[in-house]
């Protein structure tokens, strides 16, 4: 939080921007010798965004041989037909290792898409992938879940397996990081240490990111282009999300929702640590065409923290919005009325999913599943630059750019350990804009290093012809 044939056109130093066909039509990737034939397990395949990523696999990557892992035969079996010759399904359990570990014996790559993330107590699945030497990525939109992840990083590079996490389409907006210089060799360090700190006992309370790891990416280029155009410093990066009604994407994205209302947003200013109550300070942002200006909404999301870390922006904060209206209300009253001990508790947060999934689903009809991300970057010289994202799917955006990492790791851009989509170690520098090209079909507005007039809808003018 990814298509029709995108037309990517990017610049050296002053960005990039990227015009797209409104309807679908995806190319084939040639991948090299060695995994061409390679078997790739989706876990919660028959989900919303697993059935997604390996749709979009299916039609990337015809020869690859696709295993279908959930829960539901029935659902599987559907999943199967609709993919062809090329897959199957596999009965597994995620929350039983040994059934795990006989799913992973002879498969080349896991994609972890069971969720929601959110309160999750172990790294089951990468622990299980890591023991069978089997490559890895997850869509994990959980801070503390990436916050774990990343404390397995020894292990992964001990077994020679790569591994991302939080890859997607929003948790992976940071993906160019290393056009900035070099990233942090503390960083894994320091992450642990704050998991270690906040959370002694179990390595628990860090918090979450998904549909972004392509936002990842747009904003690694944003802090990227201004580095090397311009004599000012990055000083203020904003993440701004909006997904209408759940998107298509079902219970699960509705529970990651709910859990997230449980959890203080973490912020930061001046490169200082703020907390703040989830779901407050709205602001009313323009996403450009085809979405207009919505509400957005703060909420702890984890490419916040990374983005501190990995690209040393000062001041850094993430909002989402809904639509329609109502659900930002009923969020906005959740966050207010119940306590946060019952939002963190994943069985009672199931019980309100069952009793508003029905009426999600019936909205979701009107409202559509419409999908965008905008990131706004201010640097010290004045210089203000955007980058927005959107699609009229998020169902099959998400599978888009879940393909696109997967492909990644298939051609061999990931080194072993456990990786953040921004580190150079997680996609290879050289391999960033093939991957932006990919998770972009179908997009109907991509742009990037562009000044917030250019791209929306109701430009402010100062006079003169000079806007704002």
Known sequence: MVMARALLHLKSTSGFALACATQESPYRVQLPDKSRNARVLVLGGTGRVGGSTATALSKLCPDLKIIIAGRNREKGASMVATLGGRSEFAEVNIDNVKSLEAALRDVDLVV??????QQAEKCT???????TKTAYIDVCDDTTYACRAKSFKTRAVAANIPAITTAGIYPGGIVLNNHLGPVSHNLDQQLVAYVEVTAP???????????????????AELVRASRSESKGE??????YYYTAGSGGAGPTILATSFL?????????NKGETIKLKPYSGMLNI???KGIGKRDVYLLN????RSAREVLGVPTVSARFGTAPFFWNWAMEAMAS???????RDRSKVQELVQLFDPVVRSVDKVAGERVSMRVDLECSDGRNTVGIFSHRRLSVSVGAATAAFAIAVLEGSTQPGVWFPEESEGIAIEAREVLLKRAAQGTINFVMNKPSWMVETDPKELGLGIYV
């Not at 699945?125 to 023991?131: F, M």
């Not at 990055?234 to 993440?239: D, G, M, N, T, Y």
């Not at 009325?337 to 939002?343: D, H, I, Q, S, V």
């Open 286 to 288: 323009d996403f450009g």
């Open 112 to 117: 972890h898409t069971a969720g929601p993330f």
């Open 201 to 219: 006992n179990d390595y628990a309370k860090y918090k979450r990111t998904q549909i972004n790891i392509y936002v990842k990416v747009m904003a």
């Open 125 to 131: 699945v990468l622990e299980a992938a890591i023991h």
């Open 337 to 343: 009325l119940l306590p946060a001990e019952f939002l």
């Open 301 to 304: 999301l984890p490419e916040v």
């Open 234 to 239: 990055p000083e203020r990066l904003r993440f």
């Open 260 to 268: 997230l209302l449980g959890e203080e947003v973490v912020a930061f």
